[in-house]
């Protein structure tokens, strides 16, 4: 049985991943949690566990400028905590270190009408602290990678499920109150959260290292998600086009409107792996979303 510990207590992404292991494979793994907030985990021993599992971050949050005191703090806990945490597994003999970075290392959503394809030769180009913030991690437990401790670095794109933050449940309400949206044709790389978490366990099970980028087995159209969202909620949204001018003048206000229906993706090639991790489509995924199953 191999033992995973999840640094950074109350995530959605580590909290989502032990459900996930102890409903699919609660004999196969035994996954712990230790709260990062205060400094009582530097005494505990990581010793024994063949995975830390690294999802304590500060998210981005903010759509303008921030106080240099909000920027500090993106560099104390997503970069130096990370680091601290991946020299401390490694002293304490811990065989695999898995850290969440994110797709915003490679900087902001192209804006609509243009186009934004990720590709292996793409290089990193933080648009704010947060993304630096991130980037500098990587580099930073990058260099503690050796045969004895295997670091993994995930890029993943936005990451959806039943409880998550960010813009999907914000599509999710517009799909649930207006009886139409505006057609935008974007093109976005998404990854349902089970499948996220069946990628985390196939990182541990085969005591992998590098950098990698889960996705969806397809793209995602946000016009098209919010209707799909809708009918799976029993409402139907009447899609109308035409309005990509209107939102192009919009984005010039708030970067809301490019998060919602601008353009990032990965080419599908880098996400492929050996095993299959994509346990749910695009639409029963939304499915499980939108129900409590």
């Not at 699919?24 to 990581?46: C, E, L, Q």
Request: charged fraction near 25%; glycine fraction near 8%.
């Amino acid at each position: 049985m191999k033992k995973i510990l999840i640094t950074g207590a109350n995530s959605y992404v580590g909290m989502s991943f032990e459900k996930y292991i102890k409903e699919n494979f609660p004999n196969d793994y035994a996954v712990d949690t230790v709260d990062m907030i205060d400094g009582s985990w530097r005494k505990k021993s990581f010793a024994g566990y063949d995975s830390v599992f690294h999802v304590a971050g500060i998210a981005h949050s903010d759509n303008g400028e921030i106080s240099a005191e909000k920027e500090k703090l993106y560099y104390a806990v997503n970069t130096d905590l990370t680091i601290e945490t991946a020299m401390k597994a490694k002293a304490d003999g811990v065989n695999q270190f898995v850290f969440m970075s994110s797709a915003i290392v490679y900087g902001d959503s192209a804006p609509i009408g243009k186009s934004k394809a990720i590709t292996r030769d793409t290089s990193v180009s933080p648009a704010n602290c947060y993304g630096d913030s991130k980037v500098r991690a990587e580099n930073g437990i990058r260099l503690l990678n050796d045969d004895n401790f295997k670091v993994v670095i995930l890029r993943p794109p936005m990451i959806y499920g039943k409880g998550s933050k960010g813009n999907y449940p914000l599509l999710a309400k517009i799909a649930l109150k207006m009886p139409l949206f505006p057609y935008v044709k974007n093109e976005r790389s998404m990854l349902y959260i089970e499948n996220l978490c069946e990628f985390v366990r196939l990182m541990a099970e085969n005591e992998e290292d590098g950098i990698f980028w889960p996705q969806n087995d397809r793209y995602s159209n946000t016009s098209e998600l919010v209707r799909m969202i809708a009918g799976v909620c029993g409402r139907k949204v009447l899609i109308i086009k035409g309005f990509g001018w209107a939102l192009k003048l919009l984005s010039r206000v708030t970067g809301l409107v490019n998060k919602a229906f601008g353009n990032l993706s990965y080419d599908m090639s880098m996400s492929e792996y050996k095993e299959n991790y994509r346990v749910c489509g695009l639409e029963e995924s939304v499915e499980r979303t939108e129900k409590s199953i």
